[in-house]
């Protein structure tokens, strides 16, 4: 069966510092690998998408940035996390069935990210 | 624009009762894909249910019940006999056809159930 693993589970940072949150998909080959971010207001916030190796689309223009440097596996990343950056990261993916059609999304645990 | 609205932000309702979540959606697609996840405290969204856009009849899996309507353009959400456990974020989310690498979700609307 497929699986998503997503850490770490929480994290604390200062502003300033660098980011790195890994997402990994098990039992499935060539998923769509997708990055949320829920802020307090609880809407979720697609940041980056992968519709395969090295393919990123960005959503979003900010100081995050995504990697996908295998099938399964997608990387969030910062070189320099602002205030801003706080919330619930959440990684999804999902299996084309069709055209650019996907079947739904697979959420991971996510990430509870405190920028201080 | 917004393509998934959930004009509901919060909603209590004291145990046992019926419960709708209204769900409206925005599209030009003819094609397109309806989901409704639930986010328990634990914070992991879990999916609800998928229906694509030529079926409107309406579905019933145990205490949950969804109305589908193209008329309005609105996939609305109700839990029977309301139960402490129902207490959650509900996201509606929509998926084009031409377009269907990406989803869009609503803002979400908290429902709390009172014992």
């Known amino acids: 069966s497929q699986t998503i693993h997503q850490w770490p589970a929480t994290l604390v940072q200062p502003v300033g510092s660098p980011l790195s949150l890994e997402c990994t998909v098990e039992g499935t080959s060539n998923p769509n690998l997708y990055w949320y971010r829920q802020a307090a207001g609880r809407g979720l916030q697609l940041l980056f998408y992968s519709v395969g190796i090295g393919q990123i689309s960005s959503e979003v223009p900010q100081n995050l940035s995504a990697s996908r440097p295998q099938d399964r596996q997608f990387i969030l990343s910062s070189k320099k996390l602002l205030l801003s950056d706080s919330g619930f990261y959440l990684c999804a993916w999902s299996v084309e069935v069709g055209r650019p059609t996907n079947e739904k999304l697979f959420f991971g645990s996510g990430t509870q990210l405190s920028v201080l | 624009a917004q393509k998934v609205t959930q004009a509901q932000t919060e909603i209590s309702v004291v145990e046992k009762e019926d419960v709708t979540l209204d769900c409206v959606y925005e599209t030009r697609d003819t094609t397109y894909y309806l989901f409704w996840y639930k986010q328990p405290p634990s914070g992991e969204l879990v999916f609800l249910i998928r229906r694509n856009s030529f079926d409107e009849q309406n579905e019933i899996s145990g205490r949950y019940s969804w109305n589908f309507q193209k008329s309005t353009s609105s996939f609305n959400f109700t839990i029977t006999a309301s139960q402490v456990v129902d207490s959650a974020v509900y996201f509606c989310?929509?998926?084009?056809?031409?377009?269907?690498?990406?989803?869009?979700f609503g803002t979400g609307t908290s429902l709390t159930v009172i014992p």
């Open positions: 989310a929509l998926s084009e056809e031409f377009n269907g690498n990406q989803f869009y």
